[in-house]
């Protein structure tokens, strides 16, 4: 059987019941004395790796400081190109917006509301906004006209005259 595979079967014999822990401990005790038997010498050879994974560690952090170090000016630059750039992009489709609109007859004040990406999507849009537009007012309209037959009470007649007639003939 390998070592890892002893480890691993240790573990999970410790985890299912504390009887089966003892002989994964046997175990361990076992391949020790085997390396021991073997003249190696694990325990200084753990410590030798660590002391170098010590001093690689200090360098390595050092050359991630350093890497940072430029990976932020970097980082720093192209930030500020894209906020440029996102700037430029809105104040170009604000531009084109108030372009269409003004094009379209439509108020500045509405010039936000066109939705697309492209000058032929937001011209659709504008078209749309205006039939809307127009189609409010016409309702407006309809709704201030004045109905002749409005208060009146009596069938007699449309004309005044008529009307004059049939309040007498009662």
């Known amino acids: 059987m390998s070592e ?9 014999a ?11 401990a046997q175990n361990q005790e076992a391949s020790e ?3 021991q038997e073997q003249g190696i010498d694990w325990k200084a050879k753990s410590r030798e790796w660590e002391k170098r994974a010590k001093a690689n560690a200090g360098a390595a952090k050092r050359l991630e400081e350093i890497e940072d170090a430029k990976k932020s000016e970097v980082e720093r630059a192209t930030g500020k190109q894209q906020r440029a750039e996102k700037e430029r992009d809105d104040a170009v489709a604000k531009l084109l917006r108030y372009e269409v609109a003004t094009a379209a007859g439509l108020p500045l004040s509405v010039a936000h509301r066109l939705q697309g990406a ?9 078209r749309e ?10 309702a407006e309209r ?8 409005a208060g009146r009470g009596s069938s007699a007649g449309s004309s005044t005259a008529e009307q004059f007639a049939a309040m007498f003939s009662k």
């Open 4 to 12: 890892s595979s002893t480890e691993t079967s240790a573990v999970e």
């Open 14 to 24: 410790a985890v299912v019941a504390d009887p089966l822990a003892e002989t994964s």
């Open 33 to 35: 004395r085997d390396d």
């Open 118 to 126: 492209t000058a032929e999507e937001l011209e659709a849009d504008a």
């Open 129 to 138: 906004l205006v039939k809307l537009l127009a189609d409010k007012k016409e």
């Open 142 to 149: 309809k709704e201030n006209l004045v109905d002749p037959s």
